[in-house]
């Protein structure tokens, strides 16, 4: 094993350790072994801050306010556009776009209804809220009934379902059922990623290419409430509130807490894509699947990678 002597700045690209200066040096399989990266184990990815590992220190003063700004890419994979229903708007900049049809919801006025909304996406999540709408009610997810919550917009991630009702006791007009990505650095490249559809009030007059609507207003006396969020907390000045599963309460008739109390367990997958100039090495808790370059069962001895526990 190495010692504090032999301590050496590696950089981790397209599968293997580097070191941070010559990525033209290749250490052996065996070198490789003795390598230790941050958490301990060799095979696993490493999160550098401002492209540096270990992170940059911060120094701190007694009673100071310290402002961290933390900006993260979801992958090497870029987002452009979304759909719902099949149907849906491409922007090539933040206001314009290719006047694509949009799929449209006729509602009657002062009704009541149920959107089922799933998302199909493969890696980002989408924030989902209608147009000059600060209250829908989220009644059900996964097809587990749950009791009404009123919030502004939702948080979907690949792969949930999550049902929400909606009033219609707005003006009659159209409004713009819209799902934007999470991500903040598309407004600084003058990009919208987002998918569209149309929810039309059938006494009103049609537009089938409506323009692009503005966020929701949330204001300090009249905070934003935000289902389903992956983080705790938005920026002070957003005047959003965070909500997650543990503010929600079951109603559905055929959970019972009591079966599995103290009897589950909850196993967690961290997919991780990092997507490393060009190549996108997905592990899964830091594993990867890498096939064999032989017949592993009858050339066993000549398998390149060995996990120790196959």
């Given at each position: 094993?190495?010692?504090?002597?032999?301590?050496?700045?590696?950089?981790?690209?397209?599968?293997?350790?580097?070191?941070?200066?010559?990525?033209?040096?290749?250490?052996?399989?065996?070198e490789e072994k003795e390598f230790i990266s941050a958490d301990g184990y060799g095979s696993r990815i490493v999160i550098a801050i401002n492209r540096r590992f270990p992170c940059p220190s911060i120094t701190a003063y007694e009673n100071q306010k310290i402002i961290v700004h933390m900006r993260a890419k979801?992958?090497?994979?870029?987002?452009?556009?979304?759909?719902?229903?099949?149907?849906?708007?491409?922007?090539?900049?933040?206001?314009?776009?290719?006047?694509?049809?949009?799929?449209?919801?006729?509602?009657?006025?002062?009704?009541?209804?149920?959107?089922?909304?799933?998302?199909?996406?493969?890696?980002?999540?989408?924030?989902?809220?209608?147009?000059?709408?600060?209250?829908?009610?989220?009644?059900?997810?996964?097809?587990?009934?749950?009791?009404p919550m009123e919030v502004e917009s939702l948080i979907i991630h690949p792969g949930e379902r999550i049902d929400f009702i909606l009033t219609t006791d707005k003006v009659s007009r159209k409004y713009l059922l819209i799902a934007e990505t999470l991500e903040k650095e598309p407004e600084f490249r003058n990009?919208?990623?987002?998918?569209?559809?149309?929810?039309?009030?059938?006494?009103?007059?049609?537009?089938?290419?409506?323009?692009?609507?503005?966020?929701?207003?949330?204001?300090?006396?009249?905070?934003?409430?935000?289902?389903?969020?992956?983080?705790?907390?938005?920026?002070?000045?957003?005047?959003?509130?965070?909500?997650?599963?543990?503010?929600?309460?079951?109603?559905?008739?055929?959970?019972?807490?009591?079966?599995?109390?103290?009897?589950?367990?909850?196993?967690?997958?961290?997919?991780?894509?990092?997507?490393?100039?060009?190549?996108?090495?997905?592990?899964?808790?830091?594993?990867?699947?890498?096939?064999?370059?032989?017949?592993?069962?009858?050339?066993?001895?000549?398998?390149?990678?060995?996990?120790?526990?196959?």
């Amino acid at each position: 094993m190495m010692n504090e002597k032999d301590k050496i700045l590696l950089v981790p690209l397209k599968g293997r350790f580097w070191l941070f200066n010559n990525t033209n040096k290749q250490y052996t399989k065996e070198e490789e072994k003795e390598f230790i990266s941050a958490d301990g184990y060799g095979s696993r990815i490493v999160i550098a801050i401002n492209r540096r590992f270990p992170c940059p220190s911060i120094t701190a003063y007694e009673n100071q306010k310290i402002i961290v700004h933390m900006r993260a890419k979801y992958s090497g994979f870029h987002c452009y556009s979304g759909l719902i229903n099949g149907k849906g708007r491409f922007y090539s900049s933040l206001t314009t776009h290719n006047q694509a049809p949009l799929t449209k919801f006729d509602v009657e006025p002062n009704s009541v209804y149920r959107f089922r909304v799933k998302s199909a996406a493969t890696l980002y999540p989408f924030r989902i809220y209608i147009q000059e709408n600060n209250a829908i009610r989220i009644v059900a997810s996964d097809g587990f009934e749950i009791k009404p919550m009123e919030v502004e917009s939702l948080i979907i991630h690949p792969g949930e379902r999550i049902d929400f009702i909606l009033t219609t006791d707005k003006v009659s007009r159209k409004y713009l059922l819209i799902a934007e990505t999470l991500e903040k650095e598309p407004e600084f490249r003058n990009q919208y990623h987002a998918a569209q559809a149309i929810i039309h009030y059938k006494d009103a007059s049609e537009n089938l290419d409506p323009p692009k609507a503005s966020r929701n207003t949330c204001t300090e006396q009249n905070k934003c409430k935000i289902f389903n969020c992956p983080f705790l907390y938005y920026p002070k000045s957003d005047n959003r509130i965070c909500l997650t599963w543990n503010d929600v309460t079951s109603v559905d008739p055929n959970s019972n807490i009591n079966d599995v109390k103290g009897k589950t367990i909850e196993p967690f997958y961290n997919f991780v894509f990092p997507g490393e100039n060009n190549f996108f090495p997905g592990s899964i808790n830091g594993h990867q699947f890498l096939p064999p370059t032989v017949a592993a069962y009858a050339e066993w001895d000549n398998v390149e990678q060995n996990c120790g526990k196959c």
